[in-house]
């Protein structure tokens, strides 16, 4: 499968914002919140048979946006990478803090980092409809490249590459990537509460005020992640800014 076999890219080092959870180095801190929240009560459960409904992560996002970029590359994808598809269900949404209008039929989009952006959006919400599971790495690749809207034929290339590059391109200039958009507009604004920043996140249906990190952290934390006797963890860099309206 797809999951079994696929070696990331190294990507690019994004700074992190410091854990409220002490850590070990090896963990990813956003792996470890999906634990604490599929196994409430123990870091030790079986992966393999998860015993709730799989997580449902949303990620509203912009495709240029440094701190999207970053949650998505090293934490949203290492754990959608290394938990089952019974344990944790992933949406992306591409949008933002965009801007629609409709000029004689015709959806026109404004994104905050320019036209560049609204093209980057447009390609992934066009690759991710395909087929999540086998281009969800395509995305990766292209957030964690040094060019989201220049590198699609490169990652194609790397991760899927039964997949035509045109037929993107033919998707994203016509009628069906404005329309994948418009619906991307709908569903954020539709938020509740409407999103203040980018990227906001939605588990199960509840925005997550501090993250997945700090979502993660609360109640009573097992040893490993903090609890009494455990080393703490050095402080990490300051994360890069939000994406505010």
């Given at each position: 499968?797809?999951?079994a076999?696929?070696?990331?890219?190294?990507?690019?080092?994004?700074?992190?914002?410091?854990?409220?959870?002490?850590?070990?180095?090896?963990?990813?801190?956003?792996?470890?919140?999906?634990?604490?929240?599929?196994?409430?009560?123990?870091?030790?459960?079986?992966?393999?048979?998860?015993?709730?409904?799989?997580?449902?992560?949303?990620?509203f996002?912009e495709?240029?946006?440094?701190?999207?970029?970053?949650?998505?590359?090293?934490?949203?994808?290492?754990?959608?990478?290394?938990?089952?598809?019974?344990?944790?269900?992933?949406?992306?949404?591409?949008?933002?803090?965009?801007?629609?209008?409709?000029?004689?039929?015709?959806?026109?989009?404004?994104?905050?980092?320019?036209?560049?952006?609204?093209?980057?959006?447009?390609?992934?919400?066009?690759?991710?409809?395909?087929?999540?599971?086998?281009?969800?790495?395509?995305?990766?690749?292209?957030?964690?490249?040094?060019?989201?809207?220049?590198?699609?034929?490169?990652?194609?290339?790397?991760?899927?590459?039964?997949?035509?590059?045109?037929?993107?391109?033919?998707?994203?200039?016509?009628?069906?990537?404005?329309?994948?958009?418009?619906?991307?507009?709908?569903?954020?604004?539709?938020?509740?509460?409407?999103?203040?920043?980018?990227?906001?996140i939605?588990?199960?249906?509840?925005?997550?005020?501090?993250?997945t990190?700090?979502?993660?952290?609360?109640?009573?934390?097992?040893?490993?992640?903090?609890?009494?006797?455990?080393?703490?963890?050095?402080?990490?860099?300051?994360?890069?800014?939000?994406?505010?309206?």
């Amino acid at each position: 499968s797809p999951r079994a076999t696929l070696a990331p890219r190294r990507s690019p080092a994004f700074p992190r914002e410091a854990p409220c959870c002490s850590r070990t180095p090896t963990l990813p801190q956003a792996l470890l919140t999906l634990l604490l929240f599929q196994h409430k009560t123990s870091l030790c459960a079986n992966l393999s048979r998860p015993a709730a409904a799989p997580v449902e992560v949303s990620l509203f996002y912009e495709s240029l946006c440094p701190a999207c970029r970053g949650f998505l590359v090293q934490e949203l994808f290492t754990a959608w990478l290394v938990l089952p598809d019974e344990a944790l269900s992933v949406t992306l949404v591409p949008y933002g803090n965009a801007k629609e209008k409709n000029v004689s039929g015709k959806w026109n989009f404004q994104c905050q980092h320019g036209p560049e952006e609204c093209l980057g959006n447009m390609i992934e919400v066009t690759v991710t409809v395909l087929n999540f599971s086998t281009y969800f790495p395509v995305i990766f690749c292209l957030e964690s490249g040094s060019s989201v809207t220049k590198n699609l034929e490169a990652c194609l290339q790397v991760y899927a590459p039964q997949l035509d590059g045109g037929r993107i391109a033919a998707c994203v200039q016509g009628d069906t990537g404005a329309a994948l958009m418009h619906r991307n507009a709908q569903l954020t604004e539709a938020l509740d509460p409407p999103h203040q920043y980018v990227p906001w996140i939605v588990i199960n249906g509840v925005w997550q005020a501090g993250g997945t990190r700090h979502w993660g952290c609360r109640g009573e934390k097992p040893e490993a992640c903090g609890g009494s006797g455990a080393p703490k963890a050095p402080k990490a860099p300051k994360a890069p800014a939000r994406c505010r309206r």
